[in-house]
């Protein structure tokens, strides 16, 4: 399945990340950065040792005091962007959620260079992707850190459906800690969040091949609702505990989910 | 293709089950999910009922099918080639206990048994004996037992039959193809295979010992001895010649269960048969004796006339009877000389002389192998013995201080006996030991006259005929001619020997047809006789695995189709495994 790259293209056009003020790690860039640099913006003072360019020598301050001091200015980052996507079966386990994820990590890729950083796009448990041939064919039903260290000080956006039986505390821990930024996108196909009533079904797990006979009612629908519901707050409090930011994105067009659900969230800013 | 067990066909029933199976099976729409485990705890499908469904053609129902039809082939015990020949022994009992009315019974039982194998089975009819003797086959058709059978007549005495029976278990397939006909009560140690014992507990007369003896005065004598098993007693006897002709008919009485009979016999009485009336057992009522043959030992006197008036050979000779001269050396079994010859087998020569040399005088003491034949009794006491200076070759047979006086000498197959004696002095010609040393002689060489060995023998023993070993002469091919008219080539060199087998009067007979010798056997065997412990039982084998059924070896049939079956299952299971297993994993996380 392709990425729709005029949605792509016009999603990038109107919205940008939602980066807010935090300083990161980074390229040269547009952002403000955690050390010196060399913008226009003052950081602080500092005494002249021999050797410093005489430009930055403030010469207002040795009129007054007959001091050498040597005027520092903010750096200025494009932040790194690691975007980790969760490739299990289970992110294809609709068409549309499948397109919705490639929408996705093609306009989170667009965002991020349209600001200037160089986004990598890693797969949970594996290696750099490219954003353009994403295969949603992992076995793992448990999610782990990608295998190439993440870049520190940078932006982190996690996007998976989060439909994991097991617990995923140590995991968001691992992926959270050493980020300037995190986002998690929980991505879901419409069914997931709200299951048709259709009655006597085979439910086949898509990543296990567990097979399950059940009657799908009002009553079986509201339970599997009140079980996601919970498994999404977990998601959503381990994140958002940590200082990520948490969205549930609905599989639909990249620009209905842009205006429905990152844009409320904070994910996306408009330009 | 045959069927050990064709009722396992049914079986084949579980085909159409397994086809309703899943013409039944539960189908539902099906849905790819990304998390199933949030179903958990949802009220399952389990009581929504199954209504009939479209058949699908899947590998699993294919499977399915097979296994069941190869279930159904497995429990029937097919046999692709066919039914296996089934291969069946038979051990009669050749003991003449077995006789009884003309071993009818055992016939009988038998052919019992024939009529309970296929045409196409196989079978083996062993006798006892000292060792199994094949009577029909190996692996023989039913139908080719009969003739056998028929001309089967047991005679032997009282013996083991585990010799035969061993031979039995090695031929058939298993010990439970074995069956031993009897008479007797199960021997110990063959638990294994099937006995049937088909005798009957009676009463039973036997002559129990039949001889002829020379009498001094001419003519012979016959003794005869008869028993009495049970409540029988004959009352009288009959002697018959080779003729038939009855010479004598007696009356007997029967005391302590025994009775004997003395009976003279005029010189010149051939081969007669002493005669019981008719009782169980026919084979111990009858009786062959042939008279026992004169061995007439010829001597071939070769000494020149001088020598032998010396020696007094022609008193010794008169005194002594049982030979005759002979005039040629290759027919005589004694050669007198004064030089070495050629003696042939069985001939012993004696070279009477003293060499060339001095002579001495010798009066003893003399050294006497008297544990030789030829010198049992010599004394030589008060001989003066004129002897040779030179030693005669061969073993020293009797010695003065260190002159042989007489040796012995091996040449060829014949034997020597040098006398280092010269007659013209001494007195050893006119003693006692000179005619008992001839005496002596004739006795050793009565042995080596051609002619039967014993004229009397009992069934299981050799009748042995010593034959002339000259060349070219009658008796160089020999044959015996058994009391059924049936005639059988001896073998044997200087011996000739059959076993007896048929009792009755034999006839030997040269290339030429002549009769050389009548050689009767006679059966003698009391415990055979005795009727008294016989038995009718049958006992299966311990094992009976082959039962009455033909036996069919679908071995490699059931293993062939246990693999195949084991395969389907494995592919069946391969096939179903995914959806088993994550049903099973989803249960087990419920």
Request: charged content about 25%.
């Amino acid at each position: 399945m392709a990425t729709d790259v005029a949605a792509v293209a016009e999603a990038v056009a109107r919205y940008r990340l939602g980066l807010g003020a935090q300083r990161f790690r980074g390229r040269a860039g547009d952002r403000r950065g955690h050390g010196v640099g060399s913008s226009q913006e003052f950081f602080d003072f500092r005494d002249y040792v021999p050797g410093d360019d005489l430009r930055h020598l403030d010469w207002r301050g040795y009129a007054r005091t007959e001091q050498l001091r040597i005027r520092l200015h903010q750096e200025e980052v494009a932040p790194h962007v690691d975007v980790l996507l969760d490739t299990s079966v289970s992110m294809a386990s609709t068409p549309a959620k499948e397109q919705a994820v490639h929408d996705l990590v093609g306009a989170l890729v667009g965002w991020s260079e349209r600001q200037g950083s160089r986004a990598r796009v890693l797969a949970l448990a594996g290696g750099p992707l490219d954003p353009s041939r994403v295969a949603f064919d992992g076995a793992a039903t448990a999610p782990a850190v990608p295998a190439l260290p993440l870049r520190t000080g940078g932006v982190r956006i996690l996007v998976t459906d989060g439909l994991w039986p097991d617990a995923a505390g140590t995991f968001l821990r691992r992926v959270l800690s050493s980020a300037a930024r995190f986002f998690a996108l929980q991505v879901l196909d419409p069914w997931e969040l709200e299951p048709d009533a259709a009655g006597a079904m085979t439910l086949v797990d898509c990543e296990t091949g567990i097979r399950r006979e059940v009657h799908l009612d009002a009553r079986t629908v509201a339970a599997y609702q009140g079980r996601l519901d919970r498994l999404c707050d977990t998601l959503r409090t381990e994140v958002v505990g940590h200082g990520g930011l948490y969205a549930r994105v609905t599989a639909a067009p990249l620009a209905a989910m842009c205006e429905h659900d990152l844009l409320p969230s904070g994910a996306i800013e408009p330009q | 293709m045959t069927f050990t067990a064709p009722f396992g066909l049914l079986a084949l029933l579980a085909v159409p089950a397994v086809v309703a199976l899943h013409l039944y099976r539960r189908r539902l729409q099906e849905r790819r999910v990304a998390a199933v485990f949030l179903f958990v705890g949802e009220r399952l499908v389990t009581d929504a009922g199954r209504t009939r469904t479209r058949l699908l053609r899947t590998p699993s129902l294919w499977l399915e099918c097979l296994m069941a039809a190869l279930l159904a082939l497995w429990l029937a015990g097919p046999s692709f080639g066919g039914i296996a020949a089934r291969h069946v022994v038979f051990v009669l009992d050749d003991s003449a206990s077995m006789s009884v009315a003309d071993a009818e019974p055992a016939r009988a039982a038998v052919r019992e048994r024939l009529d309970d194998l296929r045409s196409q089975d196989r079978v083996t009819v062993l006798r006892t004996g000292p060792r199994g003797e094949i009577l029909v086959g190996p692996r023989a058709l039913p139908s080719e037992v009969e003739p056998a059978l028929a001309d089967w007549r047991p005679a032997r005495p009282r013996h083991d039959p585990l010799p035969a029976l061993d031979l039995a278990r090695e031929l058939a397939t298993s010990a439970a193809d074995v069956v031993y006909f009897t008479d007797e009560p199960t021997p110990f140690g063959i638990g294994e295979i099937h006995v049937v014992a088909m005798g009957e507990a009676q009463g039973n007369a036997a002559i129990l010992s039949a001889q002829r003896f020379r009498r001094a005065a001419g003519g012979e004598e016959l003794r005869v001895r008869v028993a009495a098993y049970g409540r029988t007693a004959p009352s009288a006897i009959t002697i018959r010649n080779a003729q038939g002709a009855e010479l004598v008919r007696g009356a007997i009485q029967i005391t302590d269960g025994a009775a004997d009979l003395t009976v003279p016999l005029p010189e010149g009485t051939g081969p007669i048969v002493v005669e019981l009336p008719d009782d169980a057992l026919a084979i111990d009522n009858e009786a062959w004796l042939a008279p026992e043959p004169l061995r007439t030992v010829r001597v071939c006197d070769l000494l020149s006339a001088e020598s032998r008036r010396r020696l007094e050979l022609d008193r010794v000779f008169a005194a002594l009877d049982g030979h005759v001269l002979e005039p040629d050396a290759l027919t005589a079994q004694l050669v007198l000389a004064e030089r070495a010859g050629h003696p042939l087998a069985g001939q012993t020569e004696v070279v009477i002389t003293a060499g060339d040399g001095e002579r001495d005088g010798w009066r003893g003491p003399f050294v006497v192998d008297r544990g030789h034949p030829w010198l049992v009794g010599l004394q030589l006491a008060g001989v003066v013995w004129l002897a040779g200076s030179a030693a005669p070759p061969g073993r020293i047979l009797a010695a003065a201080g260190n002159r042989a006086l007489m040796t012995e000498e091996f040449v060829a197959a014949g034997r020597r006996l040098w006398v280092n004696l010269d007659a013209a002095a001494g007195n050893l010609v006119r003693s006692p030991d000179w005619p008992l040393l001839f005496a002596n002689l004739l006795d050793s060489c009565r042995s080596e006259v051609p002619g039967p060995v014993q004229a009397n023998v009992v069934l299981g023993e050799e009748m042995r005929f010593r034959r002339t070993l000259v060349a070219e002469s009658a008796d160089a091919e020999l044959e015996l001619e058994l009391p059924d008219g049936t005639r059988e080539l001896g073998r044997g060199d200087r011996i000739v020997g059959w076993i007896a087998a048929q009792p009755g009067l034999h006839r030997v007979l040269d290339r030429d047809g002549l009769e050389r010798a009548a050689i009767a056997a006679r059966f003698h065997d009391p415990s055979e006789s005795d009727l008294r412990g016989l038995v009718t039982r049958t006992v299966a084998a311990a094992d009976d695995q082959a039962g009455d059924g033909p036996l069919r070896d679908t071995t490699i049939e059931r293993r062939l189709l246990g693999l195949l079956l084991l395969l389907c299952a494995l592919a069946d299971w391969w096939v179903l495994a995914p959806a088993l297993g994550s049903t099973m994993l989803g249960r087990r996380r419920q």
